[in-house]
């Protein structure tokens, strides 16, 4: 992709998240990162391929962590999938595709069955032997998809080593769906008009730009096949935040089982809320 349009569309991140009320300190770092690549004396993948994600950040205006991982993914995919996500065209099952290896019914199959919406979860996914307990997925396949992700992601795997080392505590991630759901039920956020089950075309999802600290968080609703499938959509909420040198998500939800039920927790981190008794799995649902 040449730096032309990898400007352009660091410039529509800009317009969008501007429109959407994000933070102006944010707006003017994608504002300020279109300019410095549009000016960059040699194409962008170049010093990507020549010194990586430390290569990236150092390209003047590039200071964020995530304008850093959002100019790896445009390098190497040709896509972005937080600006589908600010335009409402976010398509988990398109994105999963794009993978060699998985077509578009294996795809929808991750996605129904297994919750899985980013490249991340796919990864976790094959890591964790979800994917091995699915019909149709042997070692050679896994092993082929495994290495794409390892590509397309951008990462050197260390023996032993994280990449994760800031993640928010669930007392943040509850904090931030309640300031979401509490401004979306007061008709508070812009909305967007999201391209998955929205036949009518109509600007219904609200979206919250925020931030806790220098970490910046992004709320929407869960437009999924799932939340419709179970009546949920207005219940689940999707945060995606900076986390280690990758964009990350949670869901939050309400309980419905167990000494958790009736409360917001949020989705995976239930055991550590009951082991530790955690006074994030105690707000209230709105």
Same mark, same amino acid.
């Given at each position: 992709m040449h730096n032309i349009e990898i400007g352009r569309r660091l410039e529509e991140v800009a317009d969008l998240l501007e429109a959407q009320r994000a933070n102006p300190f944010r707006v003017q770092a994608y504002r300020r990162a279109a300019e410095s690549v549009r000016r960059l004396p040699r194409p962008l993948a170049e010093v990507w391929r020549d /010194? *990586?994600?430390? #290569?990236? =950040?150092?390209?003047? $205006?590039? *200071? @964020? =962590?995530r304008l850093g991982t959002a100019l790896r993914t445009l390098i190497t995919t040709g896509r972005l999938p937080m600006l589908d996500r600010l335009r409402g065209q976010t398509d988990p099952v398109a994105l999963l595709e794009s993978v060699p290896g998985i077509g578009h019914v294996f795809a929808e199959r991750l996605h129904d069955e297994? $919750?899985?919406?980013s490249l991340e979860d796919l990864e976790a996914a094959a890591h964790d032997n979800r994917l091995s307990d699915l019909a149709g997925i042997g070692k050679k396949k896994l092993a082929s998809i495994v290495d794409s992700l390892a590509m397309r992601l951008g990462r050197v795997r260390r023996? *032993?080593?994280?990449?994760?080392?800031? @993640?928010?505590? $669930?007392?943040?991630?509850?904090? %931030?769906?309640?300031?979401y759901r509490e401004k979306a039920n007061a008709d508070q956020l812009p909305k967007i008009t999201p391209r998955r089950f929205n036949p009518s075309g109509e600007a219904w999802l609200p979206v919250l730009h925020t931030h806790r600290g220098e970490r910046n968080y992004t709320a929407l609703y869960s437009n999924t096949a799932r939340a419709h499938e179970f009546g949920r959509i207005r219940d689940w909420v999707v945060l995606y935040y900076d986390g280690g040198l990758d964009e990350r998500q949670v869901t939050v939800i309400t309980s419905q089982r167990g000494s958790?039920? *009736?409360?917001?927790? %949020? =989705? #995976? =981190?239930?055991?550590?809320? @009951?082991? /530790? /008794?955690?006074?994030f799995g105690t707000r209230r649902r709105i």
């Open positions: /010194r *990586g994600d430390q #290569g990236l =950040r150092a390209v003047s $205006g590039v *200071g @964020e =962590r297994l $919750g899985i919406n023996e *032993g080593h994280t990449h994760h080392t800031d @993640e928010p505590s $669930g007392e943040e991630l509850l904090d %931030v769906d309640q300031e958790l039920s *009736g409360k917001r927790i %949020v =989705r #995976g =981190r239930e055991r550590e809320c @009951e082991q /530790r /008794r955690c006074p």
